[in-house]
């Protein structure tokens, strides 16, 4: 699809479906609860909206209106979770001169919740990533970076359990083969682990023994690949209990959260908002009583 085509269209295009039992006949009159999940993925330093004047995004993004799109969402549900999918850094003069800091900083303005980390975000190394932490007020998640024996371990988690008007949310983060994209010097020791291995072994920890209700993988992995390499397509069918994946890496414009089928056969979200902040993701889980779900999703043009 053309992106300038599809992001004139964007606030206007939705998923809905049912999850867990909940039917959709009913679900208007069954709602008793509503969990709000917003996210980017590869912002890449874009802080600024484009020039009117841009080929692809004229007047598009900017961190200022993304700003005043969450203020306005969480006014509308204060049960909103904001969280990002990766390559925060990289793209602009920003990071060339505040290596992070400002991103880290303005992110921790708008009250994000979590983050993955994307290969670009090693690009000032370990030790650069590291120096801008104390500037994030938000966790980093990462289940599949082993940080063992360099400056970033305890620096992440492999999940966090979010806990919104008694609905527990669990979130873990996935990241992508750094060999090949980043040079070894900047990540040093960091050790690649299975991703596959490693989500279902996490959302089995988060749905058997944390008791989660909703569970989302934020993955820096990419959408879709024609070869064996991991994305999310793949992750999604094999998984049993994660109910929506939040995808970077590939700079994907999804019309609207691609539906899978997991390895149950029950329907798993996987949704992606392109790049540069221009789009900001919105899914709506609806709960009733018995906390069965259904889910609607859209992206919004920032």
Excluded at 6 to 23: E, H, P, Q, V
Excluded at 116 to 125: A, E, L
Excluded at 198 to 218: M, P, Q, V, Y
Aim: glycine fraction near 8%; include cysteine; proline fraction near 3%.
């Amino acid at each position: 699809m053309d992106r300038r085509k599809f992001i004139t269209n964007t606030s206007a295009t939705s998923a809905f479906i049912g999850l867990g039992g909940l039917s959709l006949n009913s679900c208007t009159s069954d709602i008793k609860k509503k969990i709000t999940i917003l996210h980017t993925n590869d912002v890449h330093s874009h802080i600024d909206a484009f020039p009117s004047s841009h080929s692809e995004f004229p007047g598009l993004g900017g961190l200022a209106r993304r700003a005043t799109l969450v203020h306005n969402i969480r006014k509308e549900n204060p049960n909103t979770l904001l969280f990002d999918a990766g390559d925060i850094f990289q793209g602009t003069p920003y990071f060339n001169f505040y290596g992070g800091e400002l991103e880290f900083k303005l992110m921790s303005m708008l009250k994000y919740d979590a983050a993955t980390i994307g290969n670009h975000d090693f690009d000032n190394g370990l030790e650069g990533l590291f120096a801008q932490l104390p500037h994030a007020n938000f966790k980093l998640l990462s289940a599949n970076y082993d940080f063992t024996n360099t400056i970033m371990q305890g620096a992440t988690k492999p999940y966090d359990i979010y806990t919104i008007d008694g609905i527990k949310i669990g979130v873990y983060g996935l990241g992508i083969e750094l060999a090949g994209l980043v040079t070894k010097k900047l990540f040093k020791e960091t050790s690649y682990l299975n991703p596959f291995e490693i989500a279902l072994d996490t959302e089995r920890i988060l749905k058997e023994e944390e008791g989660c209700d909703i569970i989302i993988c934020l993955s820096h992995l990419g959408y879709q690949y024609d070869t064996d390499k991991p994305d999310d397509l793949k992750l999604a069918a094999i998984t049993k209990y994660t109910n929506l994946i939040i995808g970077g890496h590939t700079h994907t414009f999804l019309e609207k959260p691609t539906v899978v089928k997991n390895s149950l056969q029950n329907d798993i979200l996987v949704n992606q908002v392109g790049c540069f902040g221009i789009n900001l993701g919105r899914i709506d889980f609806y709960l009733d009583r018995e906390k069965n779900m259904a889910a609607d999703g859209i992206s919004i043009a920032v």
